[in-house]
């Protein structure tokens, strides 16, 4: 039936396709194809029913919201909304990832490239037209950590008051953290980033899977992006790209590193419980391999001494990712 629906979008755009294949998706259940039309050039299908993926409103408002600054998205050629269908320009297979596979002496390039791109993103006024990410949104996604992680790592529930308690502090320390709110992508790593030399400035770098964008601080996307889940980043990139960030946007080095290593801690505690979920509900063992490196980061971003009192609840409270660990959450379902 979906292939039906899929070849009748197709045509409905009267652009003649003469091959399709597969690409390597996401953790979400969207997928995509690469078409290549009778006369050799090529488009991406986006393949996301929206009983499964949501509406596609979001991707397109945070599409034209990044096109209409001048930053390099997928020009999008047609749609169905009520089927979840997007064609849509193909950037190429030069993502971050790997490219620095095979050129790893470009990793300060490529990271300062995006540093660029975000400090530029950043300096555009704040916009309204999308969600904030609050802090209590925030916190019920770091307690994902122990509905899934906890739960199912030591095969028994931590007590309400423990998760209560991190929650409650998780909120206030958001709620103080402070302006400034700026459009942020919430999932930008060297997945999602894809390289383009030959464009200038600002669009020498694409970017991809925008749908979950909202706004909130400046560090979150830095973060991501420096504690990449998938990837190591070595230390002297960091710094570099911490410091370059700085220098572009004005803001203290200080204040960034603390900024920093809260929005860390936060989204370490979502991915752990995210890549636990995807485990044992859905069956994606593979996230179980990258819980060492995000455990990794969680204890980096738990280290700032403003945030002793979330690394006490934390690390009394989450076992490290053991072999052990690892092989019941492998071997958990429901």
Request: charged share 20%.
């Amino acid at each position: 039936m979906r292939v039906q629906l899929r070849n009748e979008f197709i045509q409905s755009t009267r652009w003649h396709v003469d091959s399709h294949a597969p690409l390597a998706g996401d953790a979400s259940p969207r997928r995509y194809q690469r078409l290549t039309g009778r006369d050799g050039t090529t488009r991406i299908l986006m393949d996301a029913p929206p009983d499964h993926c949501g509406p596609l409103t979001p991707f397109l408002k945070a599409s034209a919201h990044l096109n209409g600054l001048g930053f390099s998205v997928p020009e999008i050629f047609a749609v169905d909304e009520e089927q979840g269908w997007i064609l849509m320009e193909d950037l190429g297979d030069a993502i971050y990832a790997r490219v620095l596979e095979t050129q790893p002496s470009s990793e300060s390039e490529l990271y300062l490239s995006a540093i660029k791109l975000l400090a530029a993103l950043h300096a555009h006024p704040t916009p309204v037209a999308f969600k904030p990410y609050t802090p209590k949104m925030q916190a019920d996604l770091s307690a994902l950590s122990f509905e899934w992680y906890h739960r199912w790592a030591i095969d028994e529930s931590v007590h309400p008051s423990v998760i209560e308690n991190m929650c409650e502090l998780i909120v206030n320390l958001i709620s103080y953290l402070g302006e400034p709110e700026v459009f942020t992508h919430r999932d930008f790593h060297a997945e999602n980033l894809i390289w383009l030399p030959d464009r200038q400035g600002v669009r020498s770098v694409g970017l991809l899977d925008f749908q979950d964008s909202m706004r909130f601080h400046p560090a979150y996307d830095l973060i991501s992006l420096i504690e990449d889940a998938r990837r190591d980043v070595s230390l002297e990139i960091r710094q570099e790209c911490t410091r370059f960030y700085c220098e572009l946007s004005g803001m203290s080095e200080n204040v960034l590193d603390y900024a920093l290593s809260l929005c860390g801690a936060q989204r370490n505690l979502r991915i752990i419980g995210v890549f636990a979920r995807l485990a044992i509900r859905d069956g994606k063992h593979q996230y179980l391999q990258l819980l060492p490196r995000v455990w990794h980061h969680l204890r980096h971003d738990l280290s700032h001494p403003s945030l002793v009192e979330l690394k006490n609840i934390i690390i009394s409270a989450l076992p490290p990712p053991s072999p052990s660990v690892l092989e019941r959450l492998r071997t958990s379902k429901i």
